[in-house]
């Protein structure tokens, strides 16, 4: 079945460090591919997406890469804030718009 | 503003008891959707509709019941039969069952039941 692995957290960083945060999925087809992020008590914002394969989403200094042949969307920043620690989450999207989740990535960064 | 509203940001229920969460979206999608997260894991899909009046379950809907009367409304019943029903549920939406379509995502609702 569909499904999503990344890489277990908490991811803990200095700021101004660089991040990179991995995700590979298996999914029938050729979904879209998303990162959502998560603030503490609220709701999923979308970070970036990708709809097809070579495709770069960026957003905010966060880029990820749609990468066919390794069944990859690995997210990164070159120079983290404080202000980016949350909980990172990656997600394909096929049929139905269904999202699939893995059980997301944590990040903190401090001063 | 457009967006997803979701009501009460805390609720708490005796056991037992059932229990209606709202979720209102004005963006004008077709498609809602209702997840559950609960600590340190993913979102897990409960129900989803695309269409007024039609819906679907999703993986764990056993205990969930939900309408869709109206386009903008997607109200999700937690009733006695949920085992677990302790959890933050989150609504979204988005515009249709194209792929490309991200989902919008409400506040949350943080359910504890006594």
């Known amino acids: 079945g569909n499904s999503v692995t990344q890489m277990e957290g908490p991811v803990t960083l200095s700021e101004e460090a660089f991040l990179t945060i991995n995700c590979t999925y298996t999914a029938t087809g050729y979904p879209s591919l998303f990162w959502y992020v998560q603030y503490p008590g609220e709701g999923l914002q979308l970070l970036l997406k990708?709809?097809?394969?070579?495709d770069k989403g960026s957003n905010k200094g966060f880029e990820a890469t749609y990468r066919k042949e390794t069944t990859s969307f690995h997210l990164e920043k070159g120079s983290v804030q404080v202000s980016d620690s949350a909980v990172y989450f990656c997600?394909?999207?096929?049929?139905?718009?269904?999202?699939?989740f893995g059980a997301g990535t944590r990040l903190a960064v401090h001063p | 503003d457009g967006g997803i509203t979701q009501s009460p940001k805390y609720l708490f229920r005796k056991e037992g008891q059932n229990v209606t969460l709202s979720c209102e979206q004005n963006l004008n999608h077709d498609a809602m959707y209702w997840y559950r997260q609960d600590p340190g894991q993913g979102l897990r899909l409960i129900y989803y509709s695309q269409i007024v009046n039609d819906f679907q379950k999703g993986d764990i809907a056993e205990g969930y019941s939900v309408s869709r009367e109206k386009k903008e409304s997607f109200p999700l019943t937690v009733t006695s039969a949920q085992k677990n029903p302790t959890a933050f549920y989150l609504c979204?939406?988005?515009?249709?069952?194209?792929?490309?379509?991200?989902?919008?995502f409400g506040p949350g609702t943080r359910l504890t039941v006594l």
């Open positions: 979204a939406s988005s515009m249709g069952d194209n792929h490309y379509n991200e989902q919008f």
């Open positions: 990708a709809t097809k394969a070579d």
């Open positions: 997600a394909p999207q096929g049929s139905y718009n269904k999202l699939i």
